[in-house]
């Protein structure tokens, strides 16, 4: 348990009931036919949790990463697929114009996406440069008031229904020379490319965005040039921590079709849950998720309260991932058959918890992030 504000509370609970009424009855469907919840997508921002950080000003929530987090469990739970296309959204969008745009492109840009009437996505990622994330290539050449624009994103969540792009592009020659562009799709400032099919979170599109000698105003710079890696760094721990969330609401949504299985199921003319093995497994996942949950609302408040930093974020990235898959393999074993099978939600649930594991920066990147940190901090 956590003590939660009235007001973090009150998210939880309406949180709760959207994702039972409007996300979890078209969860399977949209996975199988590797379609977007679009509706439900458009009714969050009435929920009034599209711009969850941004600012009252710009009609934002004006919460925090706890906050953050806590919809990302709640939604997590129902749709992991749809989550992360929130994510991208109210993350790597909304909350990176937040943090890091003027005032003029915040008011230019936050009211649309905070209702939903505009949809976000974020382009850090290309075909050779992903964990490499400082070797991106996509370039922006300056010409008097205008900047040339040539490159591919790739793996872009969102990308076929996104309106606005946050996007990273290089600017000089010097390997950290990167700048940051809000561009808009319909000024021809970016291209979709095709749409990527992927094994899980299949009710996220995904796809490439595509600059070929596009122009776009220099107004449309975030900051100075050069300030990229700044921004994409000061994001990266709040992205990693509401992704962990994610997998915390995936873990909790095994656990509780496990148990209901358990009470249900009969072999051998007794419940399976009559069975110690079994009993094993539920009193496992139920334990490493409350741990879990403790582990991320702890480094979520602390964030809140200003506390940041690259290895904590990390931490949670690279442990609730991976004992969320654990425990949606076990789930599946708990199931037999039935959970190889579509029947049953955790087949889908363990599909899309892997993708936790590699976006956002990969389980083997956070190792190197936690490791190299903490030896340098001794070291010096
Ligand atoms: C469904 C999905 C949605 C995504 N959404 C977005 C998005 O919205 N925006 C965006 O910009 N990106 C997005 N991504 C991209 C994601 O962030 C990258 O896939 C991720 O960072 C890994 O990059 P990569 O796929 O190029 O793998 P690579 O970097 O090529 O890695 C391949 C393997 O090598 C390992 N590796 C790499 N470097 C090292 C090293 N130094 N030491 C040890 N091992 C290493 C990796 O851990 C991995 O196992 C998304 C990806 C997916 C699959």
């Avoid at 969008?93 to 649309?112: G, R, T």
């Avoid at 009969?266 to 009193?283: E, R, S, T, V």
Wanted: proline residues 3%; charged residues 25%.
């Amino acid at each position: 348990m956590w003590y939660f504000t009235d007001e973090e509370k009150q998210l939880q609970e309406v949180c709760r009931d959207f994702a039972r009424k409007e996300i979890a009855p078209h969860a399977e469907k949209h996975d199988t036919e590797e379609t977007f919840n679009l509706e439900a997508f458009r009714k969050m921002g009435e929920l009034g949790v599209l711009g969850i950080t941004a600012d009252p000003e710009y009609g934002g929530a004006g919460m925090g990463c706890l906050a953050a987090t806590l919809v990302m469990e709640e939604f997590g739970k129902a749709c992991p697929g749809l989550t992360l296309s929130y994510l991208a959204h109210s993350i790597l969008a909304v909350n990176n114009i937040q943090n890091n745009a003027s005032k003029e492109q915040k008011a230019k840009y936050l009211p649309k996406l905070v209702t939903g009437e505009h949809i976000g996505c974020m382009g850090m990622s290309e075909p050779e440069y992903g964990s490499d994330a400082i070797g991106i290539q996509t370039r922006a050449k300056k010409n008097g008031d205008h900047y040339t624009i040539n490159g591919t994103k790739m793996w872009i969540t969102n990308a076929q229904y996104s309106d606005i792009a946050y996007v990273y592009t290089r600017t000089g020659e010097e390997k950290k020379n990167l700048s940051t562009f809000i561009l808009e799709k319909d000024k021809g400032h970016y291209e979709v490319g095709k749409p990527i099919h992927k094994m899980g979170m299949r009710g996220s599109p995904t796809g490439e965005l595509i600059f070929d000698n596009i122009s776009c105003p220099a107004e449309n710079l975030v900051g100075e040039e050069g300030q990229s890696v700044y921004h994409m760094m000061k994001n990266l721990d709040i992205e990693r921590l509401t992704i962990a969330g994610i997998s915390l609401g995936i873990a909790q949504a095994c656990t509780d079709q496990c148990i209901k299985y358990a009470n249900e199921r009969k072999q051998f003319g007794k419940n399976i849950g009559d069975y110690q093995l079994i009993q094993k497994m539920i009193a496992e996942m139920a334990t490493e998720t409350e741990m879990m949950r403790n582990f991320l609302y702890n480094l979520c408040y602390r964030y809140d309260q200003g506390e940041r930093g690259p290895v904590t974020a990390a931490m949670a990235k690279l442990q609730i991932p991976k004992m969320a898959t654990k425990i949606a393999l076990d789930a599946i074993q708990l199931h037999g058959g039935y959970g190889y099978s579509r029947e049953f939600p955790v087949e889908r649930l363990m599909r899309d918890n892997k993708l936790n594991e590699i976006g956002a920066g990969t389980n083997e990147v956070m190792i190197m992030i936690i490791a190299k940190n903490l030896l340098k901090e001794a070291a010096n």
